[in-house]
């Protein structure tokens, strides 16, 4: 049985996991571990220091003991805020702290734009519009042209946990643009596991979601491509080479 390992910020939507190992089917494990996130903030020194690589390192080893053949810290404020080189070294520390294959919901959002063939994307966050502005200049530099940048203001991802399913199909009207090829929720303290068939047909276009791509990511990292039409266009598709 495959087992893909996540270190989880803080409680906000993590039983998304369970729902999503659900729809995935028997076969997949995917165990996930709470890292310590200091302050619940999306401010860029808050996440810079919830990402740090003393916090990640201290999941590892209970990961390695559920099982975990890889593993994907399950954050994308706290990875991307790094920058693409930050991000780059982030993950390559982890993957040491774990002798694991390793990766962050920040790449699995870049793989994931690949693999769908967009080129053109809208962000429709619930963050501040200057973390969201981080996000923007990560997926500039994955090589993706970023049509509009939408943030929502909300500092904690407390907040973002209480979102229900007309709040997060609100968040992906108010962000599409016409141009996008694709729209990326990137918050995974955002519910979205139960809503991924409504987003798309909603706005008519894939829809991409940080819990979704996560476990996407994770699979990918251990070459076990799914289709499950429940989880999303991306899901139809096939895994990218590395970026």
Not at 130 to 136: G, K, M, Q, R, T
Not at 140 to 152: D, F, L, P, Q, Y
Not at 225 to 237: E, M, N, S
């Amino acid at each position: 049985m495959a087992s893909v390992g996540f270190l989880y910020p803080g409680h906000s939507a993590e039983d998304d996991y369970p729902r999503l190992a659900s729809l995935l089917g028997g076969g997949i494990r995917l165990p996930l571990v709470h890292t310590d996130i200091g302050e619940d903030a999306h401010r860029v020194d808050a996440l810079l220091e919830m990402g740090s690589a003393a916090r990640l390192a201290a999941g590892v080893a209970e990961l390695k003991e559920r099982g975990a053949e890889a593993v994907v810290w399950a954050c994308t404020s706290a990875s991307f805020v790094f920058g693409w080189e930050g991000a780059h070294e982030q993950v390559r520390e982890l993957s040491v702290a774990a002798q694991l294959p390793a990766s962050s919901t920040s790449f699995a959002f870049a793989h994931a734009v690949r693999a769908l063939g967009a080129r053109r994307v809208a962000i429709a966050a619930t963050y501040p519009a200057d973390v969201a502005d981080h996000f923007h200049a990560f997926l500039k530099s994955a090589g993706t042209e970023v049509v509009s940048t939408r943030g929502s203001g909300i500092i904690t991802a407390a907040e973002v946990g209480t979102w229900g399913r007309d709040e997060v199909l609100a968040l992906a009207r108010a962000g599409d643009h016409p141009d996008a090829e694709a729209v990326l929720l990137p918050d995974t303290a955002l519910h979205t596991a139960a809503h991924l068939p409504a987003l798309e047909a909603e706005l008519g276009k894939p829809v991409l979601t940080a819990n979704q791509v996560t476990v996407w990511e994770g699979l990918r990292l251990l070459d076990r491509p799914l289709a499950r039409p429940a989880l999303g266009t991306l899901f139809a598709r096939s895994a990218p080479q590395e970026l």
